[in-house]
Nanobody
């Protein structure tokens, strides 16, 4: 089970840190990532991190967002800086094992202009 937290309302230019807590060890996840879905749009991939710590970002967030994972706390994070109104969306975390994909329920982020 994955549970997101940290969403909220923030002004443009502000920051938020999202957390994705797993109910068990995240050592078994070969990859973890963040996705978002804005109102009226399809879900899009935002950032990913491998079990080795390799990170990747969508071009729209590169240089502003940072993904990380703390295996000791079984938690993944998304630090979001320099937020823009177009970052407004429901953010969901996902994790994959070789056989199963897991998804969280999502946390809402609203960026006001």
């Amino acid at each position: 089970q994955l549970v997101e937290s940290g969403g909220g309302l923030v002004q443009a230019g502000g920051s938020l840190r999202l957390s994705c807590a797993a109910s068990g060890s995240i050592f078994s996840f070969i990859s973890m990532g963040w996705y978002r879905q804005a109102p009226g749009k399809q879900r899009e991939w935002v950032a990913g991190i491998s079990s080795a710590g390799t990170t990747n970002y969508a071009d729209s967030v590169k240089g502003r967002f940072a993904i990380s994972r703390d295996n000791a706390k079984n938690t993944m994070y998304l630090q979001m800086n320099s937020l823009k109104p177009e970052d407004t969306a429901v953010y969901s975390c996902a994790a994959s094992t070789p056989t199963t994909n897991y998804w969280g329920q999502g946390t809402e982020v609203t960026v006001s202009s």
